[in-house]
Nanobody
Framework: QVQLVESGGGLVQAGGSLRLSCAASGSIFSINAMGWYRQAPGKQRELVAAITSGGSTNYADSVKGRFTISRDNAKNTVYLQMNSLKPEDTAVYYC??????????????WGKGTLVTVSS
């Protein structure tokens, strides 16, 4: 079984910073891409940032220049450093990993989410 556990969410004032972490554990053979998604009330889940096993990254336009994704492959952990936070960044943030538990096809796994609230 595989678990993705997020941490680091909370309440912050506009202009502040938070750092999210997500650790993957269990019967993991290899991890391809890892990423962060978010879902605000009444909106669809959207990609925030993603990073490949080789370190290539991509970001949503709305967070470019403010958020930085990174990962520690030895720890199966992905991070999201969020700076200059805005009220519109308020959402539940979900960790995602595309990984193999054996020699088969990679599958998507999701964490349960961590709430980020940015007050104005």
């Amino acid at each position: 079984q595989v678990q993705l556990v997020e941490s680091g969410g909370g309440l912050v004032q506009a202009g502040g910073s938070l750092r999210l972490s997500c650790a993957a554990s269990g019967s993991i053979f290899s991890i391809n891409a890892m990423g962060w998604y978010r879902q605000a009330p009444g909106k669809q889940r959207e990609l925030v940032a993603a990073i490949t096993s080789g370190g290539s990254t991509n970001y949503a336009d709305s967070v470019k220049g403010r958020f930085t994704i990174s990962r520690d492959n030895a720890k199966n952990t992905v991070y999201l450093q969020m700076n200059s936070l805005k009220p519109e960044d308020t959402a539940v943030y979900y960790c995602n990993a595309d990984l193999r538990t054996g020699w088969g096809t990679p599958l998507d796994y999701w964490g349960k989410g961590t709430l980020v609230t940015v007050s104005s």
